[in-house]
């Protein structure tokens, strides 16, 4: 997706600045954007549904830990349209105030996710504890605001520089396949005023939520709209349907524009056969 028409539009996001999000909302709608950090992902839907943001960017998805669930119940709750989608190669740096040295850190903080993704630093250097905090970059504003004198961060390069911190060690990570997939959301009426312009020979893809009936065979039958057109599925979720013990809905992402003929088959044989069907998005596959 292109940046082209963004102004200095506002965008929300979940946590402080300098978190991976704002990269991702950087990437995806372009440098000039004013941001809006948020503490809950649902205050991130909400500012967006209520007119505070003209756009939001939530994470969905990443390599090592998989779906983000509690954004794909928001993305049902919501109804706010997927209008792209990106992804970003999360490097985790050791971060301190500018005063301390890496023989002074004894605890780091960070997102417990984080944390427990650099677990061969933790082992090489025992003497020094994990703390759980609520953000990466969130943890880098603390000590830096708290003026902490034996502690340091894990968090991006992009959180070092908006607090004014250090970087003692770059890449603690141990995985470096290690991405996390990011939607751009918005209103249908700004999703209409902004459109998505893609780049030439770019390939689409559309994300959808659908709920079979419970009986034999229901999940194949649903499944063979899209096999007997050749679309190609890249994602599949079941998420629990509330009120229905035992039941599902199920989100779907495919290769292809929601308007294509191909498509508008697939999607027409699937909603005789599920008893809820919703298109979420259709959007330029990102990188």
């Not at 909302?25 to 549904?49: Q, W």
């Not at 994990?130 to 034996?150: H, N, Q, R, W």
């Not at 290769?255 to 330029?284: M, Q, T």
Request: aromatic share 10%.
């Amino acid at each position: 997706m292109t940046a082209k028409n963004t102004g200095r539009q506002m965008v929300a996001f979940q946590g402080e600045r300098g978190a991976f999000s704002e990269e991702a909302a950087r990437k995806l709608l372009g440098r000039r954007i004013r941001v809006l950090p948020c503490t809950r992902f649902e205050d991130v839907f909400r500012s967006l549904a209520e007119g505070e943001v003209q756009a939001a960017v939530v994470p969905i998805e990443n390599t090592l830990h998989g779906s983000v669930h509690e954004n794909y119940d928001h993305l049902l709750h919501f109804e706010l349209p997927i209008v792209g989608e990106t992804s970003v190669r999360i490097v985790h740096n050791l971060i301190a105030p500018p005063n301390v040295s890496f023989a002074k850190v004894r605890r780091v903080y960070s997102h417990p996710v984080a944390l427990n993704q650099c677990l061969r630093f933790f082992a090489t250097n025992p003497r020094i504890e994990k703390v759980p905090f609520y953000d990466t970059a969130g943890s880098v504003k603390m000590i830096m605001d708290e003026k902490l004198t034996d502690a340091a961060a894990i968090a991006s390069s992009v959180a070092a520089e908006i607090y004014g911190a250090r970087i003692l060690k770059r890449s603690i990570e141990d995985d470096s396949q290690n991405f996390t997939r990011f939607f751009a959301l918005r209103t249908p009426a700004m999703a209409r005023r902004f459109r998505v312009r893609a780049a030439a020979g770019a390939v689409w893809k559309t994300s959808l939520v659908f709920n079979t009936r419970n009986v034999p065979g229901a999940l194949f039958r649903s499944l063979s709209a899209f096999s007997l057109r050749d679309l190609n599925l890249t994602k599949i979720e079941s998420r629990p349907l509330r009120g229905k013990p035992y039941e599902y809905l199920f989100y779907l992402d495919f290769i292809g524009r929601a308007d294509s003929p191909v498509a508008k088959n697939a999607l027409g044989h699937l909603g005789e056969l599920a008893n809820f069907l919703r298109v979420l998005g259709c959007y330029p596959r990102g990188f």
